[in-house]
Each structure stands twice: as C-alpha cells, then as structure tokens.
C-alpha cells in the first residue's frame, strides 16, 4: 500500500478541486544569457531569479521558430508553423501591409481553455494578424490590451533614418497602435510605459477572474527588448547593462508585481502555473540594443541553438520542485498541451499537435520529448535527437553571414559536450548522420503545409 501511494501522490498532488491559473510571460527578443538565474553579470533580475529559486528553470527549452510570428503561432496552436501557414521563405513576419493572420481553422490555446470555462486575456504583442478576423478576440480571448504587432512597424515618414532612430528612440518615430479589445485607443502608442501597463491590465483581468471564481489564463507578451528599446523614468538609467538593461529590469519588476498579486492569495498561489521564456533568441545584429545567448551560438532568425533555445522558468509552490536546474527538451509547444491536460480541456485529435504532456518533467520526472524540429521560414534547417543535433542548412542572422549553405554532409554537433556548436564531430558519427537523415526526411514527407498566410499582400 505504501508503495502504491509513493507511485500516485505526484499524480494526486497535482489533481485540483479548479482548474489551476495559467500564465505565460513572453518576451520578444529576450536571449538564454539575457538574466541573472542564467548567468548574465550586470543585468539584475531578483523577481525572476527568485522565481527560478521557488521553481524549476529549464536549460534546453525551445521556442518553435526564431523570429515573432511563427514562434507565437506555434505557441498558441500547439503546432509548428509549417502546418498553419504562418511561415514563409519569402517573409518573415506579419506587416502592418499583411493581409493574413493565424486562420480561423486554427485552434489556440486560448479557445480550449475557454471552452473548458476559463477566464482568457491577452496583454502585450499579438502579432498573428493585425485586422479584425485575426484579432485576440476572435481567436479565444476574452479581452486584449496592447500593440498588435512589432513595436519597430509604422515608422513615421521623417523620422531618423535606418538604426539611427533606435540611439535615441521616442515613441513618436513609430505610429503603432495602442488596442483594447478591437479598437484603436492611442496611437502612436506611448512606449516608454508600455511594459507597466501591459502588467497593469493584467493584474487587474486576473483581481477580476479571482473575485468572479473562474479559472484564468493570461498571455502577457511583452513588446521589449524588441528593438526599439524604451523604458520608463523609474527604469530608465538604472542598469549597469545600459538602456538594454533598463528595459530587461522592468520587465522583472512587472514580473514581480504579477507574482506578489498570486502569492498574496493562498489558494491563487497554490492553484497558478507561471511560466516565463521569449518568443526567439536577441537580435545579435543590434549590438548594445540587442541582447546575448550566453555560451549558445548565434541568435534570433537562426537555427542554432541561440536562435531557438531561450529562458524556461517554470513558477508552482508545492507542485513544482524550487530551486532545480534541469536539462531535459521541453517546447512553447509541449507547455501548451501541458496547459489542455492540467485544464481538463479537450485536446484537438483532428489535426497534428507537435506538443506533448510535460507535467511529469515539470514536476521532477524525465522529459518525454526526444526531438527538436528546427525551422527557418518554410524550411528544416536542423534536426535535434537526444544530445545530436545534424544542421541539413546553416545560414547567418538576416542582414549579416554567413551566408545560406546546403551542407552535402550535414554538420554534426553533440549539444551535451558541445551546447555552443563549435566542434563538428561529423566524421567519427556517420549512423548518427543517418539517422538523423532518416527522421528528417520521415518528417518532410508527413507535412501537408497550407498557403502561407504571410505572403497575402
């Protein structure tokens, strides 16, 4: 009997009389070597640290593509781009000229979840689509509040030229809309406070849901360190790491007030899944006003580790073991299908879902997932497989090298030995070449990818 009950408590330890809290704090352009729990020097970050000491920070977490759209596509539907049309080869991201968004056929994690009775509110950047039929609220959301694309978009017509205007930036060089719910309520938005008020609206969507007894999930994307870098009087001059580093210290600040609101609250503290991560790796090309990948090689718009690995700092008194350091794949797309499962939610079984169940890995377990797909555009660039990563493409950051090769032999690296993929082992590992050649190929031929949704002009 005693046995027995060993087997099932983390099984019952997890069951809840509700649904539990869900939030997921994405930033934009946020580096693995961006914070202090993951190993940066000068930028200081003690409510995330903090979080990492209460929870589990995860070493090998992943994001579905390493750019904006696609990554929050694959997030929010628990499915590689590739399979909703929100990827091209041709363009990167959704424009403010874009005529496409996520489709309607989608499901996102936002609809299971209030189909399941929650409470859903998304705060920050969207970037799935600007106009009406793409919108957080026909997409599952209660309620939205915040800028529905790249803070960098709508550049105003004689403001500074190129990356002159991102020296000294003021939020009127970039005429980008300010929106709640599906009307524009200033523009060009004030910058400089956007990461407050982005946690304002949801601290107080989450006073409400609490109050009203319903389960609540809420998306919190910030727009920063996306270049243009703003920060707010209380923030700005503050960091030993410059402006770049004001913007990751309010960031945490605002991260502290959301996690001070939930532990105010027994019952909210013990019954809320926090997770935090980005969106993509820094956008190495910025120099100071971007971010750093630590030991990881490369960055955002690429297919090496700092494009696609980012911060995974997983928050649950009680149910989460504090203080761990784990390495162990995990995706945005496994914490969704995490989130369907602890919720009750129905889980789609018409369609393919890239995501699989974590709980037992966040919990103290092995993670279940043996591979990592990674992508640029339309493209697999590079196939991860245990500790083996193969590069079939490699090709530099946009707008700088190196430039696109199609490698004959692809480029092997142990990631366990080698996280920063400087050493190419590829000749002493032939079976494991073929292999990997064998998954990849399975892989390409099982995609029936749609029209792209970011080519329709």
């Known amino acids: 009997m005693k ?25 934009d352009d946020l580096g693995y070597g961006d914070l202090g729990c993951y190993g940066h020097p000068t930028i200081r970050t003690p409510h995330l640290d903090r979080m990492a000491r209460e929870g589990t920070r995860l070493t090998e977490f992943y994001v579905g593509a390493s750019v904006c759209t696609p990554s929050r596509a694959a997030l929010l539907t628990a499915r590689l781009p590739i399979r909703s049309g929100m990827c091209s080869d041709k363009r990167r991201v959704l424009f403010p000229r874009s005529k496409g968004g996520l489709p309607a056929s989608e499901i996102t994690l936002a609809e299971s979840l209030k189909a399941a009775g ?27 509040y915040g800028i529905p694309y790249s803070n960098d978009m709508d550049r105003v017509r004689g ?27 200033e523009r060009p938005a004030d910058q400089t406070t956007i990461t407050r008020r982005y946690a304002d609206a949801a601290l107080a969507f989450m006073s409400e849901s609490t109050q009203a007894k319903k389960p609540f999930f809420v998306y919190l994307a910030n727009s920063m360190p996306h270049v243009p870098l703003f920060a707010s009087d209380a923030h700005r001059g503050k960091s030993p790491r410059g402006l770049y ?19 105010s609250n027994e019952s909210t503290a ?16 910025y120099g100071l006003h971007g971010g750093s990948a630590g030991l990881l090689r490369a960055g955002k718009g690429t297919t090496f580790e700092g494009g696609l690995r980012v911060p995974g700092i997983a928050w649950w008194p009680g149910k989460i073991p504090a203080g761990r350091v784990t390495a162990g794949m995990a995706t945005t797309m496994d914490l969704h299908v995490t989130a369907l499962e602890l919720a009750g939610a129905t889980i789609p079984d ?29 493209t697999l660039y590079a196939v991860r497989v245990g500790p083996w990563k193969a590069h079939f493409i490699t090709h530099g950051a946009y707008g700088s090298g190196p ?38 190929a399975t892989h390409r031929a099982s995609v029936e990818a749609p029209p792209s949704q970011l080519e329709l002009r």
Not at 166 to 172: L, T
Request: aromatic content about 10%; some cysteine; hydrophobic content about 35%.
């Open 350 to 378: 018409d369609r393919t879902l890239d995501g699989q169940d974590i709980q037992g890995f966040l919990r103290g377990g092995s993670s279940p997932r043996t591979t990592v797909l990674y992508y640029r555009g339309a």
């Open 245 to 263: 580093g004001d913007v990751i210290e309010e960031i945490d600040a605002n991260v502290g007030r959301v996690l001070d609101f939930i532990r």
């Open 159 to 185: 403001s500074p030229k190129g990356r002159a205007s991102f020296n000294d930036p003021k939020s009127e060089y970039w005429n980008v809309p300010l929106m709640k719910d599906e009307e524009i309520v």
């Open 270 to 285: 013990k019954n809320t899944l926090v997770f935090f991560t980005s969106d993509n790796g820094p956008w190495l090309p």
């Open 403 to 440: 430039k696109r090769t199609v490698h004959d032999v692809p480029k092997l690296f142990h990631l366990e030995h080698d996280p920063s993929e400087q050493h190419e082992v590829g000749k002493k590992h032939p079976d494991v070449i073929a292999k990997l050649r064998k998954i990849a």
């Open 118 to 144: 929650y409470a859903t509110g998304c705060f920050g950047k969207w970037h799935l689509g600007h106009r009406k039929p793409f919108l957080p609220t026909r997409h599952g959301f209660d309620t939205y």
């Open 3 to 27: 046995a027995l009950l060993t087997l099932l408590l983390p099984t019952m330890l997890w069951a809840q009389a509700q649904p539990p809290n869900i939030v997921v704090v994405f930033c």
